[in-house]
């Protein structure tokens, strides 16, 4: 199966269709039933996936399987919103209830609509599924601030941040999302928003971030990352901006740079139990040494 996902990777579909034909196994038929999708040959694809689901026998792990497959799928046409509705109505008529494809469908039914309820209920069924899927919780926040409940934003929202691994994140997208627009003058929603409301220098520092100025973000770390109250997220910081000041970068690496993400690697390897060091500094590691 190896090498069937390498080629759904590459976007050799023909190769994996190939492949999949190739092997007998109902994994192997799924696969083939994925390639046919994306190959234009629909109903083939979905009496092909019928086939191989059911063929599964019924257990935790074959749940699991089924939706891993078929989120590969909703994930390459997620670009393409007509695809990626398409896809979700498929999931959904297969009855693999995936969180994504429903968080898709609520989306899609309420910008036809205009009515909230029926997205409310597909969001609904999403929770059920994976109770504490902050993508999820998020939705139906992002739902309610765009009909004005602010306290049920609200609660959806802290629901979102205490289901996520890291919170920050969430944070900054609700700050900068049209949708909480309407909320932005609501003392619960900004005390929920706001990281660091009785810490100036991390409050400085979230702000830069938000606002993407990578070059603030280094400046600052680089002289509060040892006596700060909080030095993970102050490296997290540090490592994202220097990701986007190296990803924009044309020619050989800053030098002054490469010597900061050293010093990120190093200490977030050591002090983050969540992460074996920062993604940029395992891609540049042939550089630093």
């Known amino acids: 199966m190896e090498l069937i996902e390498e080629a759904w990777l590459r976007k050799e579909y023909r190769e994996v269709?190939?492949?999949?034909s190739a092997e007998d196994s109902v994994i192997a038929l799924a696969w083939k039933a994925l390639a046919d999708w994306k190959l234009g040959r629909r109903s083939q694809a979905e009496v092909l996936l019928q086939q191989a689901f059911a063929a599964m026998p019924p257990s935790e792990n074959t749940t699991l399987q089924q939706r891993t497959l078929v989120s590969m799928l909703l994930e390459s046409e997620l670009a393409f919103a007509?695809?990626?509705i398409a896809v979700a109505e498929l999931i959904d008529r297969l009855g693999v209830g995936l969180p994504l494809a429903?968080?898709?469908l609520a989306e899609d039914a309420e910008r036809r609509t205009g009515n909230p309820v029926e997205g409310f209920k597909l969001l609904t069924r999403a929770k059920?599924?994976?109770p504490a899927d902050p993508e999820t919780d998020f939705s139906i926040a992002s739902l309610h601030a765009r009909g004005g409940r602010a306290a049920k934003a609200t609660a959806a929202l802290k629901d979102a941040l205490a289901h996520a691994t890291d919170g920050q994140d969430y944070r900054a997208l609700a700050r900068a999302h049209p949708d909480f627009?309407?909320?932005?003058?609501?003392?619960?929603?900004?005390e929920l928003v706001n990281s660091y409301p009785e810490d100036p220098s991390l409050a400085e520092l979230a702000t830069a971030l938000d606002a993407f100025s990578w070059e603030r973000v280094v400046k600052t770390a680089r002289t509060t990352w040892k006596t700060s109250a909080d030095p993970i997220f102050v490296l997290r910081a540090w490592d994202e901006a220097l990701q986007g000041l190296l990803s924009r970068s044309s020619g050989e690496p800053d030098a002054e740079l490469l010597a900061d993400l050293d010093v990120v690697g190093q200490e977030l390897s050591a002090r983050d139990p969540e992460r074996t060091g920062s993604a940029n500094w395992v891609k540049f590691r042939p550089v630093l040494q």
Do not use: K, N
């Open 82 to 84: 007509g695809e990626a």
């Open 17 to 20: 269709h190939t492949r999949a």
């Open 102 to 104: 429903l968080r898709v």
């Open 181 to 190: 627009a309407g909320l932005r003058s609501d003392p619960a929603f900004l």
């Open 128 to 130: 059920a599924i994976d």
